[in-house]
């Protein structure tokens, strides 16, 4: 089983800084991108950035130029850094991986966070 844990939530004033991590961990074979999705009151799921094994990364528009992603390969670990925060950031924050696992190797699987909270004052 893999499991993933998120860390790094809080609440902060609009124009702040955080930084999320999430570790992946168990019988990984291997890890084939991970990312950051959130969620806001009230509203669906949206993605917020994602980065590939070979470093590639995508982000959501909203987020361009503030969030960063990225990941230590050896720690089995992604970060999302965000800085210049808004109100309109404020969301529970969910670690995805799309893992190959000992019981998956054809077909590797979605596997997700608890969720952290991010809460940004005005």
């Known amino acids: 089983q893999a499991q993933l844990v998120e860390s790094g939530g809080g609440l902060v004033q609009a124009g702040g800084s955080l930084r999320l991590s999430c570790a992946a961990s168990?019988?990984?074979?291997?890890?084939?991108?991970m990312g950051w999705y959130r969620q806001a009151p009230g509203k669906q799921r949206e993605f917020v950035a994602v980065?590939?094994?070979?470093?590639?990364?995508n982000y959501a528009d909203s987020v361009k130029g503030r969030f960063t992603v990225s990941r230590d390969n050896a720690k089995n670990t992604v970060y999302l850094q965000m800085n210049s925060l808004k109100p309109e950031d404020t969301a529970a924050y969910y670690c995805f991986a799309v893992l190959t696992t000992p019981t998956n190797k054809l077909k590797p699987e979605n596997y997700w966070g608890q969720g952290t909270q991010v809460t940004v004052s005005s």
């Open positions: 168990g019988s990984i074979l291997r890890i084939n991108s």
């Open positions: 980065i590939i094994s070979a470093g590639g990364t």
